[in-house]
């Protein structure tokens, strides 16, 4: 589960914020997920709990995710289409020269204190 080494790098971020803005205590953080980025929001909501509470900084601080669609782009027909439901083949023209435009997102979109 790599979630927790990912809350840990959320955590650390926010406390370098944190401590450059001269703030006590964290109330909210908001990222933006997207639906492909290989981090399972549950597994991300379950590891967050139980590691903000071992921060003073952050004690009962809440987690927003906002998700991102994954979105592909196909070279020859020049379209967008839905990443989950097609994959890599364009279900326009059925061309294989295709590339991911968004949905592999893991941004802190914002901190709220």
């Known amino acids: 589960m790599h979630e927790l080494g990912v809350v840990f790098h ?7 914020v944190a401590k450059e803005n001269d703030i006590s205590h964290v109330e909210a953080v908001t990222l933006q ?3 492909v980025s290989s981090v399972i ?7 967050w709990k139980w590691a ?7 004690k009962d601080c809440r987690l927003v995710i906002e998700s991102i669609e994954a979105v592909t782009y196909c070279e020859d027909c020049k379209k ?3 990443t989950i439901k097609h994959g890599k083949i ?3 023209c059925g061309s294989e020269h295709t590339y991911l435009l968004r949905g592999n997102e893991f941004i802190i ?4 204190v």
């Open 41 to 47: 929001p549950s597994y991300l909501e379950d590891c």
């Open 33 to 35: 997920l997207g639906t």
């Open 52 to 58: 903000v509470n071992r921060e003073e900084l952050m």
């Open 109 to 112: 979109k914002e901190i709220t």
């Open 90 to 92: 364009c279900p326009y």
């Open 80 to 82: 967008e289409y839905d």
């Open 10 to 16: 959320v955590i650390e971020n926010v406390k370098e």
